[in-house]
């Protein structure tokens, strides 16, 4: 139990549908991220919330919508996904940006069909 | 354009044995250095950590080596345990970015 939760664990959806994925950490962090876990590729940096303000964006798609409501949860809003987004999410949280190191959740299992 | 490689997909050692496994970067811009450990249907989970202004930091059987001219890391697992066995992620902060590599899966063996 590293105090990040995701959920939910797994989630299939189609290519017309919404869904939203959901992160909460309980450390008392003021930084949240998203990252993307592909099959044989390295760990990608999606989005960063720093103090609720989005700080960063690594050009992910429209598709792809975070909110960050308060500093202790983050969601990925999801809309008209390709199979190719099929891919681990995984949501990380952080006190501070530099020299410091983000505790993860267990991650999302997207399967897009 | 990968800043962060881990070349070696798998690892295989016996147990007892030591476990080295290694990372490269590109971006001089990195100053600190993470390993990560990921067992499967989980998150990775924080092992040890290196400033650039050090080489070598220790913790218990894991060791990490910091080459700066040569912009290489390494772990070092000493011995190898059958719980080792795991997916090992490299990752370098710097600029307001974390950059991971792609990992390598180690698998110690009886």
């Known amino acids: 139990e590293t105090g990040v939760t995701q959920t939910p664990r797994h989630l299939v959806m189609g290519m017309t549908n919404k869904k939203s994925l959901k992160c909460e950490q309980h450390?008392?962090?003021?930084?949240m991220y998203w990252y993307k876990q592909s099959a044989k590729k390295p760990l990608e940096l999606m989005f960063v919330?720093?103090?609720?303000?989005?700080?960063e964006n690594n050009s992910v798609p429209s598709r792809f919508s975070p909110e960050c409501p308060n500093s202790s949860h983050l969601f990925l809003h999801l809309h008209t996904l390709q199979p190719e987004d099929s891919a681990l999410y995984l949501c990380?949280?952080?006190?501070?940006?530099?020299?410091?190191?983000?505790?993860f959740g267990q991650g999302t299992r997207l399967t897009v069909v | 354009d990968q800043q962060v490689k881990q070349n070696s997909p798998s690892l295989s050692v016996q147990e007892g044995r030591i476990s080295i496994l290694n990372c490269d970067y590109t971006?001089?811009?990195?100053?600190?250095f993470l390993w990560y450990k990921k067992y499967p249907a989980e998150g990775p989970t924080f092992l040890i950590s290196?400033?650039?202004?050090?080489d070598k930091n220790e913790d218990g059987r894991f060791t990490v080596f910091l080459n700066k001219s040569a912009k290489h890391l390494s772990l070092h697992i000493v011995p190898s345990q059958p719980g080792d066995s795991a997916v090992y992620f490299c990752?370098?902060?710097?600029?307001?970015?974390?950059?991971f590599g792609q990992g390598t899966r180690l698998t110690i063996n009886p």
């Open positions: 990380a949280s952080s006190q501070g940006g530099k020299y410091t190191e983000a505790f």
């Open positions: 450390l008392g962090h003021n930084a």
């Open positions: 919330y720093s103090l609720e303000e989005r700080v």
């Open positions: 971006n001089s811009m990195f100053d600190y």
């Open positions: 290196i400033s650039s202004i050090k």
């Open positions: 990752a370098a902060e710097g600029a307001q970015k974390l950059v």
